[in-house]
């Protein structure tokens, strides 16, 4: 299993069905499988149930997905939050942190009304405490950190192949 960690905004959809998609390989998003679980958007179940208890739904679905050994896994910019998802993915398989600035973060997602820890009067101030909260806990469960910066998707999906190959975690494509 790889998965790819990150704050909100960072990437780890996007690049994990090209990245799935280059390996050949099936892909996961927590994110999507929740809401399928729970027959209703994470925003609403935030709203009515609170972040814990998604926390503990985030959790059991984690848990199940790093069961899966070939394939690529994008999970919900606060599953680290939890310690046995941060040991799961870690013991499971190969994390990627997508690491992305705070301010490029706020930039891409000013306009987005679906994430609902960003619904607030200063999303660029929330997204700075989240990436202090947050970047250790990345930092403690990838084995590689790839910096998001600007480069196209294209581009992220060649860096972290390369990456896999050096580390001897997938064999050169040709």
Same mark, same amino acid.
């Given at each position: 299993?790889?998965?790819?960690?990150?704050?909100? #905004?960072?990437?780890?959809?996007?690049? #994990?069905?090209?990245?799935?998609?280059? =390996?050949?390989?099936?892909?996961?998003? !927590?994110?999507?499988?929740?809401?399928?679980? =729970?027959?209703?958007?994470?925003?609403?179940?935030?709203?009515?149930?609170?972040?814990?208890?998604?926390?503990?739904?985030?959790? !059991?679905?984690?848990?199940?997905?790093?069961?899966?050994?070939?394939?690529?896994? !994008?999970?919900? #910019?606060?599953?680290?939050?939890?310690?046995?998802?941060? !040991?799961?993915?870690?013991?499971? #398989?190969?994390?990627?942190?997508?690491?992305? +600035?705070?301010?490029?973060?706020?930039?891409?997602?000013?306009?987005?009304?679906?994430?609902? =820890?960003?619904?607030?009067?200063?999303?660029?101030?929330?997204?700075?405490?989240?990436?202090?909260?947050?970047?250790?806990?990345?930092?403690?469960?990838?084995?590689?950190?790839?910096?998001?910066?600007?480069?196209?998707?294209?581009?992220?999906?060649?860096?972290?192949?390369?990456?896999?190959?050096? +580390?001897?975690?997938?064999? +050169?494509?040709?």
């Amino acid at each position: 299993m790889i998965g790819l960690i990150g704050l909100p #905004g960072s990437g780890k959809s996007t690049v #994990g069905r090209q990245l799935a998609r280059r =390996l050949q390989l099936p892909f996961y998003d !927590s994110d999507r499988v929740i809401e399928e679980r =729970l027959g209703c958007s994470i925003r609403d179940f935030f709203a009515l149930e609170g972040e814990e208890r998604f926390r503990d739904v985030e959790t !059991s679905v984690i848990d199940e997905l790093t069961q899966i050994p070939n394939a690529v896994l !994008s999970t919900g #910019g606060g599953a680290v939050l939890q310690s046995m998802n941060r !040991s799961n993915l870690r013991s499971r #398989g190969h994390v990627i942190y997508l690491k992305s +600035a705070p301010e490029e973060l706020a930039r891409r997602l000013k306009h987005d009304i679906h994430r609902p =820890l960003l619904q607030v009067d200063d999303p660029l101030k929330r997204m700075r405490d989240l990436f202090a909260v947050r970047d250790p806990l990345y930092r403690e469960t990838a084995h590689f950190i790839i910096e998001t910066g600007r480069p196209s998707v294209a581009t992220l999906v060649n860096m972290i192949v390369m990456q896999l190959e050096l +580390a001897g975690v997938v064999t +050169a494509q040709p």
